[in-house]
């Protein structure tokens, strides 16, 4: 079936539903499902997602999109397609750019720092036992280990993990289904649901066709889309590959302890080497380690 719409799990599609002027209102509306009712926004401002760099590491750090609210606040919106070694501790890093940034250099500042959000959405599940299971969002902030109460209020990080969510159009219950629902399936819809029929949809379905494209930007979906299909079989043919050696390593300790056995029940090397595929040399050394462990 040829695709109707954009996946928002590509680079190009995620930040052409999201990371444009003409998206804004739908990203709003996104994050806003995701915060707390005081802590809502009603404008946002893109930056460039590079910042000053100092370093090598810290140059390698590019957000996918870096928002700025009506108050100040600052907004790191990661998109994760698979688990990577370190995750966590690449969002703690990641934001402490944007709190560092805040001090003018050569101006008399008091550290009034303005608040971060780093918002991480995973199209992977965590499986952190810091995380309750059945959820599949998850707020943290520095808190008072002793007593549980917040310690730093304008630090905040904000996992979703997509592939928990497995509602069907006819059990959609509010907004935040609404979205979910879309970053799961946006890709394999033919048309708009009409469970879907709000007007930050309305445009959101506009934006998402494929049809709509100009010539480069589908050219550049369709990197996008390589590039993503190619990260999944990358994944996968590795998970293959890991599996298939952990049962070859298997099979050789169990045909090992099978030559173990017999040895210590008497028969003999050649006869052990014929029954277990071993060479006479490897056989001799299995007696050999017996012999040594038995002395």
């Known amino acids: 079936m040829k695709e109707v719409y954009i996946n928002p799990f590509t680079d190009f599609g995620f930040k052409k539903l ?49 928002c700025e609210n009506e108050k100040g606040e600052k907004f790191i919106i990661e998109l994760q397609r698979a688990k990577q070694k370190n995750f966590m501790e690449r969002t703690i890093y990641y934001a402490t750019f ?15 720092l303005k608040g971060v959000y780093s918002i991480g959405i995973l199209n992977f599940i965590l499986g952190s036992a810091l995380f309750p299971k059945e959820d599949l969002l998850h707020t943290a902030k520095l808190m008072n280990v002793k007593t549980g109460e917040v310690l730093y209020d304008k630090l905040t990080f904000i996992y979703l993990e997509t592939p928990k969510f497995t509602k069907t159009l006819d059990q959609l219950e509010n907004r935040f289904d609404k979205w979910l629902f879309l970053l799961r399936n946006l890709h394999m819809l033919e048309n708009r649901p009409q469970q879907l029929q709000e007007r930050v949809f309305e ?41 298939e050696e952990g049962r070859e390593v298997g099979r050789e300790e169990g045909v090992t302890a099978v030559a173990i056995n017999m040895l210590r029940l008497g028969a003999d090397i050649e006869f052990v080497a014929k029954s277990s595929n071993l060479t006479i040399e490897e056989v001799k050394a299995l007696q050999l380690k017996i012999d040594e462990g038995e002395k």
């Not at 739908?26 to 707390?36: E, S």
């Not at 979906?221 to 990260?231: G, T, W």
């Open 18 to 66: 999201f990371g444009e002027e003409q998206s804004k209102e739908m990203l709003i509306d996104f994050l806003n499902q995701l915060l707390p009712p005081e802590d809502q926004i009603k404008t946002l401002t893109f930056h460039k997602n590079e910042h000053y760099a100092r370093t090598e590491a810290e140059r390698k750090a590019i957000f996918d999109l870096f």
């Open 98 to 112: 944007p709190l560092q940034e805040q001090a003018e250099p050569g101006k008399e500042w008091d550290f009034d």
């Open 203 to 243: 445009n959101f379905f506009e934006i998402a066709q494929i049809s709509k494209l100009d010539k480069m930007e589908a050219h550049q979906y369709q990197e996008s889309l390589k590039s993503m299909r190619d990260y999944y079989n990358t994944i996968k043919y590795s998970r293959e590959e890991g599996r």
